[in-house]
């Protein structure tokens, strides 16, 4: 069998045929490999080459509420088009609670303490273990606000870089919101609206 030769047995059909064609010879198509390795138990690693280790990526996982902390920042249209406000949200990940809320007209790292400084008040967990997840976001990782958490006891928690779905929850949360038929898709009319 050609697969099991060894100038082809760290190749995949893909890479097989096209060699073969250039020397001339065709065999079979790349899907009758693909069909032939599977009937015959073959569709593995062939060579010296090892099976590469799939590592699932690290997540923490909440067993009761006020464990995991997942926040994020989405913009609310204001009153004028090209003119938003921010909703920052802070939900508990096992019960989906907003435990925390705010709407600013800036993105600032200061909104953002204020905001986990009354969350942690309003749960009355002060001291006891919580991580926070977030994107990579600016506010997120501003060094005063990385300090007040680490001085509240809260581990802090991010997304991988560049992976847009990394913090679902909170996103879920923004669309739920955003797609309620009471929602006002043209903006609010002012930052206390947006509040209320």
Not at 66 to 84: C, F
Not at 155 to 175: G, I, K, L, W
Request: net charge neutral; proline share 7%.
């Amino acid at each position: 069998m050609v697969v099991k030769q060894e100038e082809y047995a760290d190749l995949p059909p893909t890479q097989i045929v096209p060699q073969l064609a250039d020397n001339g010879t065709y065999i079979a198509s790349e899907s009758t490999f693909y069909r032939v390795l599977r009937e015959e138990n073959m569709q593995h690693h062939r060579g010296r080459s090892q099976k590469p280790e799939r590592r699932i990526p690290e997540s923490h996982l909440a067993r009761s509420p006020n464990q995991v902390w997942t926040w994020d920042i989405t913009w609310l249209g204001g009153p004028v088009k090209g003119l938003y406000n921010r909703l920052y949200l802070i939900l508990d990940l096992f019960i989906r609670k907003a435990v925390g809320w705010e709407v600013w007209e800036t993105e600032e790292a200061k909104h953002a303490e204020t905001l986990v400084k009354k969350a942690v008040i309003s749960e009355n967990i002060q001291g006891a273990p919580l991580v926070l997840h977030s994107d990579n976001g600016s506010p997120m990782k501003v060094e005063t606000f990385l300090s007040l958490l680490e001085k509240l006891g809260i581990q802090s928690s991010f997304s991988r870089p560049r992976v847009s779905n990394d913090n679902p929850y909170s996103e879920a949360m923004f669309r739920t919101l955003k797609y309620r038929p009471d929602f006002p898709h043209k903006g609010f009319a002012s930052l206390a609206e947006a509040r209320q």
